[in-house]
């Protein structure tokens, strides 16, 4: 069993920056970032493996970076450059294995959320 916590979402103008956070309480394990719009299925966005390695949906490459903390074990995403299409819950989740993957099917476990508006 694997906890999550997301926290940091908030409302912010288009252009603008925000950090999102996710606390596991196992390091073991890929952690994606994963998003729902409203009227959306939700969407990969990003994850980072316990070897560090990232990968990212063509939608936000560029412009977020997802890095990992092992020591605090929490895994950051920093969105930069937001757009209004953004603007969704914002959910951390914990894959099956270590090594990175950004399909959906292949994560277990998954926080309750945060919402990340952006206003143009």
């Known amino acids: 069993q694997v906890h999550l916590e997301e926290s940091g979402g908030a409302s912010v103008p288009a252009g603008g920056s925000l950090t999102l956070s996710c606390v596991s309480s196992n390091n073991r394990y890929c952690i994606g970032w994963f998003r729902r719009a409203p009227g959306k299925e939700r969407e990969r966005v990003a994850a980072?493996?316990?070897?560090?390695?990232?990968g990212y949906a063509d939608s936000v490459r560029g412009r977020f970076n997802v890095t990992r903390d092992k020591a605090k074990n929490t895994v950051y995403l920093q969105m930069n450059s937001l757009k209004p299409e953004d603007t969704a819950i914002y959910y951390c989740?914990?894959?099956?294995?270590?090594?990175?993957?950004?399909?959906?099917?292949?994560?277990?476990?998954w926080g309750q959320g945060t919402q990340v508006t952006v206003s143009s």
């Open positions: 980072i493996d316990t070897s560090y390695r990232a």
């Open positions: 989740a914990a894959a099956q294995w270590s090594w990175l993957t950004l399909a959906e099917s292949d994560y277990n476990y």
